[in-house]
């Protein structure tokens, strides 16, 4: 059934007439073309199609619309601020922690809302809070390296 939802994307208030049964990913993508949000597995399994939803990473997969109704959401395409990008990006890149990319914005964005949450993450810290989000190319050692050094330069800058 059709029902007005409003939420905040990015910073930037929104309020769409849709069905809001519809998964969060969906909208994103073929509403809104923020295509940097991923499908992959449908079952909240592999952590590509992360966003993160008041401070919190979720699978948007499985996240029906009208239970973001009056939240605030955050893609990959709002972490970057000012044409500059987010501490975690930049590491992203400096470790060459992505290889096809696919996985990138669920592994960027999963790491943001845990550096949210622990700001000085030990190693194992950093592995467990990742252990959920799938790379088929085999970056997750690039991908703690760059999370460590994240942490590191974020020190303070909250």
Request: with cysteine; net charge positive.
């Amino acid at each position: 059934m059709a029902e007005k939802i409003s939420f905040k994307l990015n910073g930037k208030p929104i309020s769409l007439t849709v069905d809001s049964d519809r998964m969060l990913l969906w909208v994103l993508r073929t509403d809104l073309g923020l295509t940097g949000t991923k499908y992959g597995c449908g079952k909240a399994l592999c952590g590509a199609c992360t966003v993160i939803v008041d401070g919190r990473a979720v699978r948007s997969c499985v996240v029906p619309l009208r239970s973001i109704n009056g939240k605030e959401v955050l893609t990959i395409e709002g972490l970057a601020q000012n044409g500059k990008l987010h501490p975690i990006q930049e590491a992203f890149v400096k470790h060459d922690a992505l290889q096809c990319g696919f996985c990138t914005p669920g592994m960027i964005l999963n790491a943001y809302s845990f550096l949210l949450r622990n700001p000085q993450p030990t190693r194992e810290e950093i592995i467990q809070s990742m252990n959920n989000n799938l790379c088929r190319c085999g970056a997750h050692l690039r991908i703690i390296r760059a999370i460590e050094s994240a942490a590191q330069e974020m020190k303070g800058a909250r």
